[in-house]
Each structure stands twice: as structure tokens, then as C-alpha cells.
């Protein structure tokens, strides 16, 4: 076992410097690297938010278009929920938004706009955890606080040779254990972002570049030619799929919307009338129940599929109009325009494209 070998953190450290991906969350390349200095910790916390289960070429235009809107924690902190779940749309997992901005809160109210450098303190942060708390802690302030992530857990399995399933809770231990034993004594921030980097870039799950890999020698997964096998692979399960029926009710150029519940997938989000199908209902019944209008030439005009951690659904989408904008309880007429100008989840955006290919008909 490795232990807290300081050749390997050098080793690590030095091909960071020179390897490591131009992130708009992280120093310059270039920049110095003595431990003092760091990047700005709300950069940190945007950043790690929007990174949690999300690709980082998929988060760059997001933190950008976000950090234009809400360039600091105050105007963050002020901001109308609505407009950050509209900044967010499309990243998925819409908590991660919400929990952002009142983390924001928090800290502008009781840590005076600057976020803490504890992981004790950065955890009381809504949706900060035990990953995130390390990471801003060590990335944003050099504080000596290990991180676990799916990456880091790969490196370190191989590194170390653990063969066992990594989900276990004893080995979940082991592995928190294992990142605060190795961290160096300065640049800490940068060690563990080399680790996740290394994870995400080198070591990655099928094929790692051992060969290329600047911390090859201090490996017993590939000493041992056992670095594919490690760790195991996760049984694949098949998530419930939830089916739900979508109505583009149109009438009088406009379309009815609805907001859904503050708690729950999706909070606060709009989307076009959606119900659950229902096995033994025609669609048309089921509109006119939920909204309580008569409606007409209801045709089906798309299926959208939607995969998430635990869960997929499928919309099946219709489009259909009403005689008037009467009034509906709970819901609003509006245009497409206005539409476009609402926080939407994924599936109800590739409905909205649907709607104006039905509008341009
Ligand atoms: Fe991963 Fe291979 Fe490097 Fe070991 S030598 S850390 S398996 S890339």
C-alpha cells in the first residue's frame, strides 16, 4: 500500500502543473503555484454545484452564462428563485440550483458574504456534503480536507489495489481514510483536483493510459496487471419507467401552463398540462378532467424520453386546442414567447420545440 508516499503527491502535483485542463473555475495556467494562492471560492462553489453529476464540457457555457448573471454571492443571494432555475435549465437535477442560491443566502446572512473554510462550517451549507464541503475547503482555500468522488474512488482502488465493491460502506470508509492520508503537506487544493483530473483524463474507467501515467510506479493495480478489473463493475439495474400523457392546449394563440409543487422533481418549474397515463382512459377524458375545458382535434405529436439516475419517464405528447381562454384553476394561458421565457425541465423544453413545430404548421 502506498501510505502517504511524498514522492507520489509530487509526482501527482508536477504532472498536474504541466497537464492539467484550462477550466474557467480555476486559476489561469500559468498561475503560481504556491499554496497561497487560490481561486475565488464562489467560483468554487458555482462550479461544484454544477459539476455534480454533470460533464465539465457540458457545465463551461453554464458557469459562464451564470457568473453574467450573478457575478457575486450577494446578487446571488438577492436573485428571484425563477431566474436561477431558468440559468439552470437543461443542467438537470434542479435542487442543485436551489440549494445553490440558498446556500448564497446563508452565507451573506451569517458568515458575512464570505464562504467559511472549514468543512465543519461549509457543510452547514444547504446541499453542501461531505465531497463538496472538501472541495471548497481545499480547492478555494488550500485547508488540508480529503475529497471522495467517483473519480478519486477509481485512482485510489487502482492505486492501492482494492478489489472490493467500492459502494460498501466499509470500503467508503476506507477510501476517505486513504484521501486524507495522502494528501501533501502544501498545495492541497491542486492534489486533489490532480487526483480527480487523473481520474477524469488518465485513469479512467476502460482503458487507462498506464503507460503514460505519471504515477505508474506507485501503482499495484497495474504492478499486478488487475488495473481493469478494479474496481468491479456495478450490476446494471432497469429504473421504473414513469409514463405521462402532455397537452399542448391551444387556443386563442396562447397555450395552457401550469407551475409544478415547490417540493418534489422539477419544483417550481413550468411545463405544459402533464398527467400521469392512465391505462384505462382515452387522452381527451383525461385532458378535460384535469383542466375541466372540452377540447378538440386532439392528435399525438411526439414521445420524449427521459433517463435519470433512478428512474426514466416517456411523455407521450398531444396536441389539441380549446374553444377559448376560459379561465383554468391553477394554470395559465400564455404565448410561446412567454413560454420560452420560463424555468423548463429537459422534457418539457423538447416539448416546447414541439409546440412551435405544431404552431408553424
Ligand atoms: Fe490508473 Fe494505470 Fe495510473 Fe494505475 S498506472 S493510476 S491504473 S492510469
Redesign the pocket.
Known sequence: MLGSSRSFSKALLDWYTVHRRDLPWRLPIGSSVESTVHPDPYHVLVSEAMLQQTQVATVIPYFHRFLEKFATIEALATADEQDVLRLWQGLGYYSRARNLRKAAMVVVEQFGGKLPNTVDELLKLPGVGRYTAGAIASIAFGTKAPIVDGNVVR?IC??DKITDDPREKAIVDLLWTRAEQILPSARIGDFNSALME?GAT??TPRN???LV?S??RH?E??AAGV?ETIPPVKKVKVNPLEERWTFLVRAEGKFLVEQRPSTGRWAGMWQFVTVPAQENAEPADAVSSATGLRVNGLNEVGYITHALTHRRYAFTVFSCSAKSVKPVDGRVWVTLEEVDRLPLSKPQLKALEIAHAVVKK
Open positions: 485512482v487502482r492505486i487523473l488518465v485513469c487507462p493510459q498506464c501515467c504515477v505508474q501503482c493495480a497495474v488495473q
